[in-house]
């Protein structure tokens, strides 16, 4: 309700929310947009979002705040369904949540090696820490635990 009363999340117009549904990459930036308060004019730095899609504008905002940064190859695949790394990357970001160095070496999955390429974000989104910034407003973890896991 909170995000809803936000305008940050939204239903589809034939009244539906559609919760078992995966959320593409458009979807994404359409909530970023919204939570960030975005609106400003963009330049859509990618080839494959057509003028008439209904994402394109957000997608070009949520981009331009950096929320979106990692796509390499000139596009952006507004209809494609989200990796769960992906999005907590994106939202990391959103947050001003630093993951570019987050490391712990007893993380809880055995199914996420330390070369994945989400390793940091996920680290930083699923471990509770307690932090300091350095100079530059990176985090500095001081402690971290799974409080999840007791």
Request: proline residues 4%; negative net charge; glycine residues 6%.
């Amino acid at each position: 309700m909170y995000l809803t009363n936000l305008n940050v999340l939204q239903g589809y117009e034939d009244g539906t929310f559609r919760p078992a549904q995966t959320m593409t990459r458009a979807e994404l930036a359409a909530v970023v947009a919204r939570y960030a308060g975005l609106d400003s004019q963009s330049v859509l730095p990618y080839n494959d979002v057509n003028e008439g899609h209904w994402a394109r504008t957000v997608i070009a905002q949520a981009t331009a705040r950096g929320f979106f940064t990692d796509d390499d190859n000139g596009t952006f695949g507004p209809d494609v369904a989200l990796e769960r790394g992906y999005a907590t990357r994106v939202i990391n970001r959103l947050l001003e949540r630093n993951d570019e160095n987050a490391y712990v070496d007893d993380i809880p999955f055995s199914d996420l090696p330390e070369d994945h390429r989400y390793y940091h974000s996920l680290v930083e989104a699923f471990t509770s820490h307690t932090c300091t910034r350095d100079s530059e407003g990176n985090e500095v973890w001081l402690s971290h635990s799974y409080p999840w896991l007791q």
